[in-house]
T-cell receptor, first 116, second 117 residues
Framework: EPEVTQTPSHQVTQMGQEVILRCVPI?????FYWYRQILGQKVEFLVS????????KSEIFDDQFSVERPDGSNFTLKIRSTKLEDSAMYFC??????????????FGEGSWLTVV | AQTVTQSQPEMSVQEAETVTLSCTYD???????LFWYKQPPSRQMILVIR??????QNATENRFSVNFQKAAKSFSLKISDSQLGDAAMYFC??????????????FGKGTRLHILP
């Protein structure tokens, strides 16, 4: 079964450093997402991306965050200057076609980011 | 705005017994989708079951079934014949119907399920 894959699985970075989290969505999917889960808390929506532009973003997704689909397969989340509170599990997800109602959003295994 | 509430932070069930996890939600929409996701210690998000609001019949997937009460805005998950591998955090989630722009999934805070051998 096709999967959403994420790299790295775990990254430790110093505060103020830039981090890029990478995702390979399922190949025929059109919508892409990033979610965040701070330890012990619920999963929170960050951003959705369609047709090479941001479709929707939450208030968490401030100017420190950016997303990009640099080629036909990868979908990246960049945090420009990490803060301690950015420590969380970051989930990438993808969806085939939202106009085909009910399509499931598939999640990757997550990238655990620790900012020290 | 839509909200999802899971009132049980933790639950325990004896192996082979049945357990029900509660979820309520708030929305003004008439058509939407509801999901239960499982997050084991590996922290992967795994879809357990899905329900379309326009369907009156409760969704079932093997040992997992839901009790969908649209008027009450309730969406509980029943796990029958609980197994040790069912131990995980379970998230209830809501998603709006689709238009030209996709819409996000809104998650509840989760219920941690312990399976007692």
């Amino acid at each position: 079964e096709p999967e959403v894959t994420q790299t790295p699985s775990h990254q430790v970075t110093q505060m103020g450093q830039e981090v890029i989290l990478r995702c390979v969505p399922i190949s025929n999917h059109l919508y892409f997402y990033w979610y965040r889960q701070i330890l012990g808390q619920k999963v929170e929506f960050l951003v959705s991306f369609y047709n090479n532009e941001i479709s929707e973003k939450s208030e968490i997704f401030d100017d420190q965050f950016s997303v990009e689909r640099p080629d036909g397969s990868n979908f990246t989340l960049k945090i420009r200057s990490t803060k301690l509170e950015d420590s969380a599990m970051y989930f990438c997800a993808s969806n085939r076609n939202p106009l085909n109602s009910g399509n499931t959003i598939y999640f990757g295994e997550g990238s655990w980011l620790t900012v020290v | 705005a839509q909200t999802v509430t899971q009132s049980q932070p933790e639950m325990s069930v004896q192996e082979a017994e049945t357990v029900t996890l509660s979820c309520t939600y708030d929305t003004s929409e008439s058509d939407y989708y509801l999901f239960w996701y499982k997050q084991p210690p590996s922290r992967q998000m795994i879809l357990v079951i899905r329900q379309e609001a326009y369907k009156q019949q409760n969704a079932t997937e093997n040992r997992f079934s839901v009790n969908f009460q649209k008027a009450a805005k309730s969406f509980s998950l029943k796990i029958s014949d609980s197994q040790l591998g069912d131990a995980a955090m379970y998230f209830c989630a809501y998603r709006s119907p689709q238009g030209e722009r996709d819409d996000k999934i809104i998650f509840g805070k989760g219920t941690r399920l312990h399976i007692l051998p």
